[in-house]
């Protein structure tokens, strides 16, 4: 079965703070595929990364950056130089390959409060 | 141009009544998905479909019925509307997760946000 946990409820930075997000998983598959999406005020879920159980490059996208680590089940994340605009709840997800259907399991999300 | 699109994005209904809400994606995916948000804001699949044929039902009760009459499309009908009801659905696309081993991430739509009253 799939789970996926993100710790922290709602998180508090002031403007400029860098803030890192939790994600811890479990899945027995050995092919899984992991996602961050962020869903601001307006509602929309919007696609920000994903990363394949093979790939374990972690990767730095502006002021986004990931760390994926296979041996404690984690795939964080983390916004540097937070700005207002970085308010959101931030989901992550996990997909397992073994059943070729792309379910989605979510993360219950953090909610990302930037103070200007 | 939106690339999935939901209507409507507001839904406001007494219990008992039956509503659908439609999507439609133009990436030109093969399956499309249904999910659920509820007030706490915990995501959950509803179901999947790849062109037009049902992947995932999660142990949705039967008055939720999934058409998909292209596979460009995949509406919701929901029938007898009940209070649990209330939640923002979400439709989503992906290209095929069962071609390739990349896996691929679903792209979602704004979302309805249904009501009962």
């Known amino acids: 079965a799939q789970k996926v946990t993100q710790a922290q409820t709602e998180i508090s930075v002031v403007e400029k703070e860098d803030v890192t997000l939790d994600c811890v998983y479990e899945t027995r598959d050995t092919t899984y595929y992991l996602f961050w999406y962020k869903q601001p005020p307006s509602g929309e879920l919007v696609f920000l990364i994903r990363?394949?159980?093979?790939?374990?490059q972690n990767e730095i996208s502006g002021r986004y950056s990931w760390n994926f680590q296979k041996s404690t089940s984690s795939f964080n994340f983390t916004i540097t130089a937070s700005q207002v605009v970085d308010s959101a709840v931030y989901f992550c997800?996990?997909?397992?390959?073994?059943?070729?259907?792309?379910?989605?399991?979510f993360g219950k999300g953090n909610q990302v409060v930037v103070i200007p | 141009d939106t690339a999935v699109s939901q209507t409507p994005k507001y839904l406001v209904t007494q219990m008992g009544n039956d509503k659908s809400i439609k999507c439609e994606q133009n990436?030109?995916?093969?399956?499309m998905y249904w999910y659920k948000q509820d007030s706490k804001k915990f995501l959950k699949i509803m179901f999947s479909y790849n062109n037009k044929e049902l992947i995932i039902n999660e142990t949705v009760p039967n008055r939720f019925s999934p058409k998909s009459p292209d596979k460009a499309h995949l509406n919701l009908h929901i029938n007898s509307l009940e209070l649990g009801d209330s939640a923002v659905y979400f439709c989503a696309s992906s290209q095929d997760p069962r071609v390739g081993s990349q896996g691929y991430e679903a792209f979602f739509g704004q979302g309805t946000r249904l009501t009962v009253v």
């Open positions: 990436l030109g995916h093969d399956t």
């Open positions: 997800a996990l997909s397992e390959a073994y059943y070729g259907n792309n379910r989605l399991a």
């Open positions: 990363r394949n159980s093979f790939d374990e």
